[in-house]
């Protein structure tokens, strides 16, 4: 079955699950083809309609799927009818039903979601100072749980099992207590990226990286649109430490991925 593979990733998390699965599909000859989101052009939209499975892979965002995700999802949702859907969610400790939300959604569009995972990963938040960031080799034990249970994953898919991750009332009420609050500081947030104009070298690492096309720069100073979907590239990125969001903290150590 021709599987297409639509993802998005702020700090690099969720594109490793994707390379991974990538290696798993060339081993298992699952035939597919691989779109980020934020790349994604209208005239690419025959791949959804050749796709008969269709895998959206995401960071889990407070119990729910960054903004990014819910505008890609709302403008294909015709292209969905009929189609097979797996949702796999990567995310650093819990979110009860951050798969299963856009399960749901999936749903409504008239997908038939046969598989749902969440992929532990690591905290990409740098900007709050309980919230430990780690790098290099302390990623070790993690990067060897994920790969083994991507294998699994992938395994269980080439044989017809499939999980429905976190698609239970619990999960949902978990989820729920997180989500609540989250999705209206995330409105908040979305507009209030701090930049430090006083250590901002305007390089613009931020700016070309940006996947929401939320910053630009106006020569004197970095400026935004309003859209940030807090993924946290620019903070993790940015070469001065100017940058953060969730705080006014800039981050002592920045992500660097998995
Ligand atoms: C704004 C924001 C909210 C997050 N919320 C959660 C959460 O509710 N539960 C969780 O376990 N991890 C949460 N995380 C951590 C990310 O889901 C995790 O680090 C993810 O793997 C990052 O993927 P990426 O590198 O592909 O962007 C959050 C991260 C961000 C930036």
Request: glycine letters at 6%; charged letters at 25%; a positive charge.
């Amino acid at each position: 079955m021709k599987m297409l593979m639509l993802y998005f990733s702020g700090t690099g998390n969720t594109k490793y699950l994707i390379q991974k699965l990538e290696e798993q599909w060339k081993e298992h000859g699952v035939d597919h083809t691989t779109v980020a989101m934020d790349e994604f052009e209208d005239s690419q939209t025959h791949l959804m309609e050749e796709a008969e499975v269709i895998l959206f892979a995401y960071p889990v965002h407070g119990s729910m799927a960054p903004m990014l995700v819910w505008s890609f999802v709302k403008k294909y949702a015709s292209y969905f009818e009929g189609k097979k859907g797996i949702v796999l969610a990567t995310q650093w400790m819990f979110s009860g039903d951050g798969g299963a939300y856009l399960g749901r959604i999936l749903r409504k569009c008239k997908m038939d979601v046969i598989a749902i995972d969440h992929f532990k990963t690591n905290n990409n938040i740098s900007d709050v100072s309980f919230l430990k960031v780690k790098n290099g080799a302390s990623n070790d034990s993690i990067r060897v749980r994920l790969n083994q249970q991507i294998e699994l994953f992938a395994i269980d898919y080439v044989n017809g099992r499939h999980r429905k991750i976190g698609d239970n009332a619990t999960s949902i009420l978990l989820g729920a207590i997180q989500r609540i609050p989250f999705s209206k500081w995330e409105r908040k947030l979305a507009k209030n990226v701090k930049i430090d104009s006083k250590i901002c070298t305007l390089c613009n690492v931020c700016v070309n990286g940006c996947p929401a096309i939320n910053l630009f720069n106006d020569e004197t100073k970095i400026g935004q649109n309003g859209k940030c979907t807090i993924c946290y590239k620019c903070v993790n990125a940015c070469p001065e430490k100017a940058i953060s969001i969730m705080t006014k903290h800039k981050p002592k150590i920045q992500y660097k991925g998995l």
